[in-house]
């Protein structure tokens, strides 16, 4: 269950002020101990209730409390006043930050009066005739969002082409010994050849002419002297 939100306003009553300034302090000084031994910071805290003369302190020992307040002296003023609230300071954060808040609320309110606009305008045109020319142009602002919004969803949902992979280049040999046998199946042409005599295997390669496999393919009649076609 979500917390009430706090109505920050001065507590009338005496009593109720009294008991939760009690309450209040007693929770502050508790935090300030946890954050100081969690996180090894240095930090004191300087309480004054209402109408007394004597603070409550945090650390007790007043050294302590001395020795950071002379630290944070010796600062530049830039660095001291850069965190620093008064009263005057702590209301205008609060006013700016209020407005910033209301300009979103306004910029929201417009946004869906002007869908209901649009909405309406679809199901009935004659609403539109009376709109001034600055809801117009706020709703032809709205279409052209909305438009650019369906067109980039629709771009990355599309499915994409598949990119064919490149041709590869196969050697077959196409001038070889007229004693060389061929046996060609779906996938593999294999040449047979016979090897003369002490003939090594490296005279029996630089004997053989290699032309790209595209060649098998080619037109039968250039088949007797592939050299012609190479121009």
């Known amino acids: ?7 920050l306003n001065y507590i009338a009553k005496d009593s109720i002020r009294r008991m939760t300034f009690k309450k209040r302090k007693r929770g502050l000084l508790k935090n300030a101990y946890e954050l100081s031994t969690l ?11 209402q109408n007394k003369n004597k603070p409550k302190i945090w650390p007790q020992k007043r050294s302590q409390v001395l020795q950071i307040i002379d630290k944070f002296k010796e600062l530049p003023e830039t660095e001291k006043i850069k965190n620093m609230l008064n009263q005057e300071s702590f209301l205008r ?5 209020s407005a910033k808040e209301l300009a979103e609320l306004s910029k929201e309110n417009k ?33 052209e969002a909305k438009y650019s919004m ?3 969803r629709y771009e990355l949902l599309k499915p994409q082409p598949l990119e064919r992979p490149p041709p590869s280049t196969v050697l077959a040999p196409l001038s070889m ?48 002297n592939p050299h012609d076609s190479l121009g």
Not at 1 to 7: D, F, G, V
Not at 39 to 49: F, K, L, N, R, S
Not at 112 to 140: P, W, Y
Request: hydrophobic letters at 40%; a negative charge; glycine letters at 4%.
């Open 1 to 7: 269950m979500a917390r009430k939100k706090l109505n």
């Open 39 to 49: 996180c090894d910071v240095t930090m004191c805290v300087i309480v004054y209730g």
């Open 93 to 97: 954060q609060r006013v700016s930050k």
């Open 111 to 143: 946004e869906v009066d002007l869908r209901h606009t649009l909405l309406d305008g679809m199901a009935k045109r004659s609403i539109l005739i009376g709109a001034g020319i600055e809801e117009v142009r706020a709703l032809a602002s709205m279409v």
């Open 150 to 152: 369906v067109k980039a």
């Open 177 to 224: 010994p007229t004693n060389a046998m061929a046996e060609w199946d779906q996938s593999r042409l294999t040449f047979t050849i016979p090897m003369q005599g002490e003939q090594s295997v490296e005279d029996l390669l630089n004997s053989i002419d290699c032309y790209p496999m595209e060649w098998l393919y080619a037109d039968p009649n250039q088949l007797n």
